[in-house]
């Protein structure tokens, strides 16, 4: 499975749902075909990394086959509440202390020496850790300006807790790609903020120009903060989002 990213991308996205998803969902999130996409749940299912559960027909027909990936057996929801508890009572610090934790974890993450000139390079090794992380992520196209990049992380290893512990999972998240663009030259010249949840199921990472950023309108930004910030997930994220860019948030204004 290892060295198929079609299986691996398919398997992100089942860890990441909170709900069985069948074939033709699968399809269409992915771009895939249908008959592609069974195929490689059928390996998956295969190497047991997946499980299959039979769903409601929707109207008429045979029930639909779901699938959902297996998951593992550490108590992750119960430990991810002992550490953010052991962060103390404060969300702001929580989120802090979290964004330190992501820097150390970027800083020893082997195989990201990828030197970054310009913003484009930021993007493409954004985009290849959150893909080796499991976040299957796409470039937005539409989102793109010579001053900013939209990515968009379709996909989270550890959704569910950042539902409920968000500035903790969230924020080691941010840190680690804040170390890794640092890291390979983009200190002081590009920012990285993370917008989690645009929509239920969909996160947004944000890098921009530092020349260009200002703070003013802008989630989650601290003008005289040293460290981005990450972006608050309360109901006022979505509308403003949504006014410079529409595109990332149509559906829904649902936050973790």
């Not at 119960?78 to 550490?83: G, P």
């Not at 989690?196 to 990472?205: D, G, K, M, N, R």
Request: charged content about 25%.
């Amino acid at each position: 499975m290892s060295d198929s990213w079609p299986r691996r991308r398919l398997l992100a996205i089942l860890r990441g749902a909170s709900e069985p998803l069948d074939a033709q969902e699968l399809a269409r999130v992915t771009g895939q075909h249908v008959t592609t996409v069974r195929f490689h749940l059928d390996v998956l299912t295969r190497e047991s990394l997946v499980r299959q559960f039979q769903q409601p027909p929707r109207g008429r027909g045979r029930p639909r086959i779901g699938y959902t990936a297996v998951q593992r057996s550490v108590g992750y929801q119960e430990l991810a509440q002992v550490l953010a508890d052991q962060l103390g009572s404060d969300p702001r610090r929580r989120s802090d202390a979290a964004i330190s934790a992501g820097r150390v974890w970027g800083s020893k993450l082997e195989s990201v020496d990828q030197p970054i000139e310009t913003l484009d390079d930021a993007r493409d090794l954004t985009i290849t850790v959150a893909s080796e992380l499991g976040f299957a992520p796409e470039r937005d196209h539409a989102g793109e300006t010579d001053e900013q990049s939209l990515i968009r992380l379709t996909a989270c290893p550890l959704r569910e807790l950042a539902r409920t512990h968000s500035e903790v999972v969230c924020g080691v998240h941010l840190g680690l790609m804040r170390e890794v663009l640092d890291h390979n030259g983009a200190r002081d010249t590009v920012s990285v903020r993370l917008h989690p949840f645009v929509e239920p199921e969909l996160c947004v990472a944000r890098l921009e120009l530092l020349t260009a950023r200002t703070a003013e309108g802008v989630p989650g930004v601290n003008s005289d903060a040293e460290e981005p910030r990450l972006a608050t997930s309360t109901n006022r994220v979505a509308p403003q989002l949504r006014s410079p860019d529409a595109h990332l948030g149509k559906q829904s204004t649902n936050q973790r």
